[in-house]
C-alpha cells in the first residue's frame, strides 16, 4: 500500500516547453560539471528503477551531483546525513505525543517513499547495520517498505529512487557498507576531478578569476600527493573553493589556504607545519585579488 504521487509528466512536460522557459529552468539547475558517463549511469539506473551507491572522497562533489540530477529528474530530494544514533525509527518514523493524542510521524525515508521522492542518505556507513537492514526491501526488485509499528508494507510511489554514498577511503573495515546491501545497488566511483576541469568548478563556484583558481588546484595536487599518516583526508574541492571565497574577501592566497585548507584538514602540529611550509611555497608569492 502506498500513497499515489505525481507523475514525471510535468518534469517531461517541460523539456518540450519553449526556449525562454528551458533557459530559466537550466539556470536553476545546481552546477555540477561531469567527469565522466555518471550522469547517464545514473539517470539509466533510475529510470530502471536501480538503488545507487555513490562511492568517493569527501567534499569531490557526490551530494551536489545528486542534487542536479533530482533536477534533471523532476524529482524532490530528500536527504539524510548519517550518523552513529541514527535508528531505524529516524528513518521509517515513530509515534509522538501531540496534545493528549499519539499519532505517527513519517520519518524521512518513508516519505521518500510515499512521495516518489528520491532519498539521499549521505555517509550510509555511518548508520548502524542494524538500521540499514531496512534499505533491503526498497533496494531490489520489491521497492517495498515494510512498517512493523503500523502493520504495513508499502509499495514505492513511482518516481521513488534511493541513493547513498560514503567513502571508502576514510571509513575502517569497521564501517562498511554489509555485502547484501552493496550488492542491491548500481556503483558510480567519484574521484577528484582533472586539474582543468576542478579549476573551472573553483572559479566558478568561488567567483575567482582563473589564475586564483589555477593556483589553489596546484595546490590542492601537491596535498593530495603527499604519502603521510597525518592526514586522514586529502585538500578536497570543498575546501579549495572555500579558500577561493576567502580570496574574493579580499585575504591573500596564503591567508586563504591558512584558514581553509590547512587549519580544517588536520591539528597535528608537525603535519600543519607541513601545509604553512607548502602555502609558502605555493601560495604567498601570489597578490592578493586586485593588487
Known amino acids: 500500500m502506498a500513497?499515489?504521487?505525481?507523475?514525471?509528466?510535468?518534469f517531461a512536460a517541460g523539456l518540450a516547453s519553449q526556449n525562454g522557459a528551458q533557459a530559466r529552468a537550466d539556470a536553476s539547475r545546481p552546477y555540477y560539471a561531469p567527469v565522466g558517463n555518471e550522469e547517464s549511469v545514473f539517470k539509466a539506473a533510475y529510470r530502471q528503477g536501480l538503488s545507487i551507491v555513490l562511492k568517493g572522497p569527501t567534499?569531490?562533489?557526490?551530494t551536489r551531483f545528486v542534487e542536479a540530477m533530482a533536477h534533471d529528474l523532476g524529482r524532490p530530494l530528500i536527504t539524510v546525513a548519517c550518523h552513529d544514533d541514527l535508528t531505524t525509527a529516524d528513518l521509517v518514523g515513530r509515534y509522538l505525543l501531540r496534545g493528549d493524542e499519539t499519532v505517527w510521524v513519517d520519518g524521512p525515508l518513508t516519505r521518500a517513499v510515499r512521495e516518489g521522492a528520491i532519498c539521499y542518505l549521505?555517509?550510509?556507513?555511518?548508520?548502524?547495520?542494524d538500521t540499514t537492514?531496512?534499505?533491503?526491501?526498497?533496494?531490489?526488485?520489491?521497492?517495498?517498505l515494510p512498517i512493523e509499528r503500523l502493520g504495513v508494507t508499502l509499495d514505492?510511489?513511482?518516481?521513488?529512487?534511493?541513493v547513498v554514498s560514503y567513502n571508502p577511503g576514510y571509513q575502517s573495515v569497521l564501517k562498511d557498507l554489509k555485502d547484501s546491501t552493496r550488492q542491491r545497488m548500481v556503483a558510480i566511483e567519484f574521484g577528484f576531478p582533472a586539474a582543468d576541469l576542478e579549476e573551472s568548478i573553483v572559479a566558478h563556484e568561488a567567483g575567482v578569476d582563473t589564475a586564483t583558481a589555477a593556483a589553489l588546484v596546484r595546490f590542492g595536487q601537491a596535498i593530495r600527493r603527499l604519502e603521510t599518516g597525518g592526514l586522514r583526508e586529502v585538500a578536497s574541492?570543498?575546501?579549495?573553493i572555500a579558500a577561493g571565497l576567502l580570496t574574493a574577501e579580499g585575504l591573500s592566497l596564503g591567508e586563504a589556504a591558512r584558514a581553509a585548507v590547512a587549519g580544517p584538514l588536520t591539528d597535528d602540529a608537525s603535519?600543519?607545519?607541513g601545509l604553512v611550509e607548502m602555502i609558502d611555497v605555493y601560495l604567498d608569492q601570489q597578490a592578493r585579488p586586485g593588487d
Do not use: I, M, N, W
Request: proline fraction near 4%.
Open 3 to 10: 500513497s499515489e504521487s505525481g507523475s514525471a509528466s510535468g
Open 59 to 62: 567534499g569531490c562533489g557526490k
Open 122 to 129: 549521505d555517509e550510509v556507513v555511518e548508520a548502524r547495520q
Open 133 to 144: 537492514v531496512v534499505l533491503h526491501p526498497l533496494a531490489d526488485y520489491r521497492r517495498q
Open 156 to 162: 514505492a510511489a513511482p518516481g521513488f529512487g534511493l
Open 237 to 240: 574541492t570543498r575546501v579549495l
Open 271 to 273: 603535519v600543519s607545519r
